[in-house]
């Protein structure tokens, strides 16, 4: 059965060597940089052949371009990123049926800009973002033109997830600590953001805008009590504003945008939060990732963990095929 890995990260060479030049690699840019398999094709391909009829969609790795280079550079390694991908699709078809533009969002005549070349001229399949500019929210009037653009093209927008150690855990620290900031705090920028768009309204303005989750739709599953009866009664439990307006305002109830979003399945070989986020999402709604090569085994095993965990459940053929490309293929035009 073919396997269209629609969320999992790459460095073309030239991306990688004007990185190296125009920023410190430290951190996760360093974690990145250490995998053999992020920019040595020769290492993917020897990874990717482990696995039968088993094909990637390509995407850029954290962090996001604005937080490493200066408005300036981060439009550049844009614009390298892209084209180096492109150039992958191009060269060899039967692996990289598609790839994802990266933008920077610290400049958005750029960024549009980058995002009309990136779809028009390089044949990209959507852009990926992060879930926040600089600590600032994607809500904010600033970057709204970016949404209407993807609604107006009718292309999906990945959203990776981002925060770093910078972010505290508690009011009185300074950092985060023991990579807390990864292992809760990406799954909760994945979810703020999301309730962002909801209570901007910007779905009800962009109906059909199309956004797809990295890590199964972050805290979002296991919280569907909190996401639909406990916000039902939003503005409850505020005195400040008025949110019983706003809820009034909204279309339909906040957890039926919630249901609206994709999500991917990368969960790191966990079976349970799979079972959780297609119990919340629905069949048609998820679409199959690893997120390599972000393992232990700097490849392989989040592929393989993933495909064990989907091959385990209970499905029927028709939605297992949906999960590995038929989703996919509807949504990105990949045949």
């Known amino acids: 059965m073919r396997k269209l890995d629609i969320f999992n990260h790459i460095w073309p060479k030239a ?7 125009v920023s410190q690699i430290v951190d996760i840019t360093k974690r990145s940089n250490d995998i ?18 088993y094909q990637q969609v390509l995407s850029l790795a954290s962090p996001p371009l604005e937080v490493i280079a200066s408005p300036k550079d981060a439009a550049e390694l844009a614009q ?50 992060f879930t926040n500019v600089n600590g600032r929210p994607l809500d904010e009037p600033e970057f709204r ?4 653009l993807m609604a ?10 981002a925060r770093g150690a910078k972010m505290a855990d508690y009011a009185s620290e300074d950092t985060s600590k023991y990579e807390i900031w990864w292992t809760f705090g990406w799954p909760y920028e994945t979810s703020v953001f999301l309730a962002r768009l909801v209570f901007s309204k910007m779905m009800d303005a962009m109906p059909n805008l199309k956004i797809i989750t990295h890590h199964a739709g972050g805290m979002v599953p296991f919280f569907e009590g909190r996401v639909g009866p406990g916000w039902d009664q939003l503005g409850a439990r505020t005195s400040s504003v008025d949110y019983r307006a706003l809820l009034k305002e909204l279309k339909r109830r906040p957890i039926d945008y919630f249901r609206d979003f994709y999500a991917d399945t990368a969960t790191f070989g ?14 048609d709604h998820m679409l199959f990732s690893s997120d390599a090569p972000f393992d232990p085994e700097r490849g392989p095993m989040y592929i ?25 293929e509807r949504m990105l035009g990949l045949a």
């Open 15 to 21: 991306f990688q060597t004007r990185l190296e030049q």
């Open 36 to 53: 053999p398999m992020m920019s040595d094709l020769d290492e993917r391909f020897r990874v990717m052949d482990m696995f039968d009829e």
């Open 80 to 129: 390298i990123g892209n084209d180096g991908m492109a150039e992958l699709v191009q060269r060899y078809p039967d692996r990289f049926p598609g790839f994802v533009a990266s933008i920077s969002m610290s400049d958005m005549d750029g960024a549009l800009a980058e995002t009309r070349r990136a779809i028009d001229q390089l044949g990209a399949a959507g852009v990926q973002i």
């Open 145 to 148: 033109p970016f949404f209407e």
């Open 152 to 161: 107006e093209y009718d292309k999906p927008i990945w959203v990776h997830p």
């Open 270 to 283: 966990s079976k349970p939060a799979l079972e959780c986020a297609l119990a919340f999402f629905g069949v």
């Open 304 to 328: 393989r963990e993933t495909i064990k965990c989907i091959d385990a459940m209970d499905l029927s053929d028709e939605d297992r095929h949906k999960i590995y490309h038929g989703n996919a």
